[in-house]
Structure formats: structure tokens, C-alpha cells
């Protein structure tokens, strides 16, 4: 069974200039542990429906269905309860809290969840220890490089076990060796039983996925299986 089924999704966007249609009736089925990289052209509607995806914009017409709940008729409460339980986030700015250390970043999404100051500390560890940070809790984010910085965003993301990891672009800052390791590091939380869903304009990143959807003007233009060894061959 699917996880994430995307109906029929539209959506426009009103602007100064008048209506922009960034997503023109789109629809596809998202399998529990797969690992999909959303390509296409700057405007062709990616960081849209990963919002989308990530129940965080309502679409003009159609519906997000994840785990066989309709993501849009929830009340917008819900929706947001269903959001941290569902839905981990990785952004390409990382958006850590500047003032916090790497273990107190990752511990926020568990302290607005009212877990203990103890198991806070605990989960935050292990899954810094996890990406690879372990010796690097107490840092401040601009003590740490950007591949680390992104692995302390990865362990925000994971921290409270959602089964969906969604990432704009987690690679775009990085130089290609450290981002050949944070792909790494996606794969590994991919065999681990991880959906994840990327946004990416790199193809060297094709060769850690299992499907690429490529988007042109707000459709879905193909999707490849195993694009990496497409590649290759
Ligand atoms: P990217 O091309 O890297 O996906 P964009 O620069 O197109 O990023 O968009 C970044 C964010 O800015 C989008 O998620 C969207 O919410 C917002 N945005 C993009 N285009 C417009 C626009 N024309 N008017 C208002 N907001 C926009
Ligand atoms: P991509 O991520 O592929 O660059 P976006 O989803 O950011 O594409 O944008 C798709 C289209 O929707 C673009 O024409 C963009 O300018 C427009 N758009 C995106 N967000 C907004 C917004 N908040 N308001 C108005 N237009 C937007």
C-alpha cells in the first residue's frame, strides 16, 4: 500500500500580477521506504508540492492522503499535530536556532512535545551520535562546518522518529565531497526504513535514490526508476 497519495493536486497562487498556476492537477503514489528525488527547473513547481506534501500549504483543488489520513481535511490544529508526528524537515538553510548548541537544536522538537528534560538529552544524543556528531553535541552552529551543520538539521528532522523525511535542496550549500556524504547518510536512513523525498537540482545525487520525478511547468514530466544506474548505463 502506498503511503503518501497525491489526488489531483492543484495550485494557484495569487500575486500583484495576477494568478500563477505553480502545480496544474498532479497525482502519484509514494511506497513506504522509498527514496524519490524531485527534479526539474527552477519555477517548475518542486518547492511547492514538497509543502505540500509536507502538510504545510492547503492545494487549491485535490488532496495529500499519508497513511490513509486526508492531510487538508484535518483542522489546521491537527494538521500541525499530524505534521510533527508525520513529517521531518530538512531545509536547504538548515534553520538552526544560532544561540542554541547542536544538542539543545535537536532536543526543540522533543521539548515542544513535553518529553522529559532527560529523555531530551538521551534522543538528542544518540541520534547526534547517529549522523555522526557525537563528540560535537555542545557547538554552537557557527562553530560547526555546513556538512555539519546539515547533519545536526538531519538529527533535528529524525529526532522524533517521523516515517517521512522531506529536504529542499540538503545539498545546494555543500561542496560535492560533503555532499556525496549527506547523500550518504540519506541512504542510510533510507535502508533503515525511511521515506524520504528530496528536492534537488544535482544529478550526481541520482545515484543514491530509487525514483527521480522530474517536473516541468507544474507536471509531472516522467518518473525514472533507479535513475542512478540509468545513469551509469
Ligand atoms: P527554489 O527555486 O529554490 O525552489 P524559489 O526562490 O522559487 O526557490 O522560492 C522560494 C520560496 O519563495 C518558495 O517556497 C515560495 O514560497 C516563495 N516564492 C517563490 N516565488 C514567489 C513569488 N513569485 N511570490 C511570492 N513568493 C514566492
Ligand atoms: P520551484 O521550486 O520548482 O522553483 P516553486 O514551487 O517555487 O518552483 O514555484 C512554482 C511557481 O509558483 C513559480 O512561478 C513561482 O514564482 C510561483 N510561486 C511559488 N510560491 C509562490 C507564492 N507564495 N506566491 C506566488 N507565486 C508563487
Known amino acids: 500500500v502506498s503511503l503518501i497519495k497525491v489526488e489531483n493536486v492543484t495550485k494557484v497562487y495569487e500575486s500583484g500580477e495576477g494568478q500563477v498556476t ?22 517548475s513547481g518542486k518547492s511547492t508540492l514538497l509543502s505540500i506534501l509536507g502538510a504545510l500549504n492547503p492545494p ?12 487538508y481535511q484535518l483542522k489546521p490544529e491537527r494538521r500541525a499535530d499530524f505534521r ?25 522538537p522533543l521539548a515542544i512535545l513535553r ?9 538528542a544524543k544518540s541520534v547526534l551520535e547517529k549522523v555522526g556528531l557525537g563528540n560535537k553535541c555542545s557547538r554552537l552552529p557557527n562553530q560547526l562546518s555546513g556538512g555539519e551543520q546539515e547533519r545536526v ?4 528532522a529524525i529526532v522524533n522518529e517521523p516515517p517521512i523525511i522531506l529536504a529542499d535542496e540538503p545539498t545546494g550549500s555543500l561542496d560535492s565531497k560533503t555532499g556525496e556524504e549527506i547523500m550518504r547518510l540519506f541512504q542510510s536512513l533510507n ?16 545515484s543514491y535514490v530509487k525514483r527521480a520525478l522530474y517536473m516541468r511547468d507544474g507536471l509531472i514530466d516522467k518518473i525514472e526508476t533507479n ?5 551509469e548505463g
Open 191 to 206: 535502508r533503515e526504513g525511511l521515506t524520504i523525498i528530496m528536492v534537488t537540482h544535482n544529478v550526481e545525487n541520482l
Open 22 to 43: 505553480a502545480l496544474g492537477g498532479v497525482s502519484f503514489e509514494i511506497e513506504e521506504g522509498d527514496f524519490v528525488a524531485l527534479m526539474g527547473p527552477s519555477g
Open 115 to 123: 518529553y522529559s528534560h532527560q529523555e531530551q538529552l538521551e534522543k
Open 60 to 71: 487549491t483543488k485535490g488532496e495529500v492522503v499519508i497513511d490513509g489520513i486526508p492531510v
Open 153 to 156: 538539521a538531519i538529527a533535528r
Open 84 to 108: 510533527s508526528a508525520y513529517i521531518g524537515f530538512v531545509f536547504q538553510q538548515f534553520q538552526l536556532i544560532p544561540y542554541l548548541t547542536a544538542i539543545e537544536n535537536v532536543m526543540l
Open 227 to 231: 535513475p542512478g544506474a540509468l545513469r
